[in-house]
């Protein structure tokens, strides 16, 4: 090819993807660093962009589920909820709690994220508090389970799992499951799946490998829905490793929660709706989704995110939740990869007298790369007078944040760039002070296990290490 027309092609190319990301309407330093890899590398740089870069519009199926509910009962139901919203967030208002005024709100107009009111919540600490729980939940299902995991794997617990499911089954339970082929690719085998389908189970995967357009935006939820009445989520998967501990590790430590309540036909709604974007089947049978049920007096919002969000829902309820604390706030994440916005938050609140202690994993049994970026911005934070600390012995998992002994939240999302942006997570926020304290109660109580990182010790470490960590940062949106 003659070397004026590979020019020629060359500034076409690089016009055509300067038009591209400018209307992208990106912060200026996303676009720039955009823009020098496709400057950098034309053949490389679309491909990337193409697997890791894409926004929501790329992803959001919800016009097409919005036609969907429009023919369906559903869509009076939801109507029904929404036009509740504003008196129930008037009645969790009267405490004139600052985070019960303001967050509930934020979190509505963000992504039409219902309060929903009368809930019981239990909170299982580990596995060996969860899966005896949700086996014997399972084996008393009468009409539906719907299941959705980041990790499923193939081992002694989930055999188990499939010997229950078989049952159900067969007693005319109506079982449908979604997994992660990326977060299952070493543990689930070919063998189960086929295994699952025989027993009669409709499982399928999220987003299959082969469609590497949607490899990096993962489903990272774990939900478990029964009988429309009882609800899971938090940070364990499905897999036995959750009891022992991955190699190295003499355990592993996480944080799930069980709940009854209004607040589990929000549940079911995340799980229909990656259901409808996975096998365009709409689960738009009003009675999935009850309402008026009154177990307990826990207030509850359930905030979904993901890269067809038009808004990065679970970052603006962090930020609101730290810059809202007047006294405390205790986070604990395995991951500390954060982006600006969070960094600073975290660094301002601390500086303003208020006690933020941030509790993460020094390291884990998938890598090092997300745990040694971790590092830089541990010592960011404990510049700023944020307390870090670091868990010890057993892999640490949790993904929590409860603030001031008044609200809280426990879900799926880590405290990172992709759990922010492109992964689909789930989180529950409790606005309850007994929760919230229990909460607090296991975070104090997980101290005793932990070191404080120190950003003197760290600034000792060789210069190679934290240039290494450094490195490791500057690739931190993609771990």
Known sequence: ???ELSWALYVLYLAAATVFLVLENRSP????????????APGVGPVVYFMFGRGSNAFSHRKALRRQLGRSGLSKELAAVRDAQAEVRDALSESEIEIYNRLPQLLWNSTEAPVTMGNEVEILQNASEKYPRLLDDLRRARHLVHMEYYEWADDPLTREVLEILRERVRAGVTVRALYDPVGSFSMLTRGYVRDLRAAGVQVYPYSPIWRLHTISYRNHRKLVIIDSEIGYTGGLNLTDK?????????????????????AVATLQYTFALQWFNTTGELLGDPALYPRGRRPGAVPIQVVNSGPDSQYSVIRQQYLAMISMARDHVYLQSPFCVLDESVLQVLCATAMSGVRVWVMIAPRGGEGPLAYRAGMTYARDLAKAGVRVLLYQGAYFHCKTIAVDSVACSIGSANMDIR?????????LVI?????????????????RQSEPFSAEAYQRLPPYRRLGDSVMRLFSPLL
């Open 242 to 262: 959750h009891l022992t501990g991955p190699k190295g590790f003499s355990g592993w430590r996480d944080t799930h929660v069980r709940v009854c309540g209004d």
């Open 431 to 447: 606005y309850d002070r007994e929760v919230t304290r229990r909460l607090e109660t296991a975070f104090l109580a997980d101290i």
């Open 1 to 3: 090819m003659p070397a």
């Open 419 to 427: 759990s922010f942006t492109i992964n689909y997570e789930t989180n």
């Open 29 to 40: 330093q996303s676009t720039f660093a955009w823009l020098f890899l496709m400057v950098l």
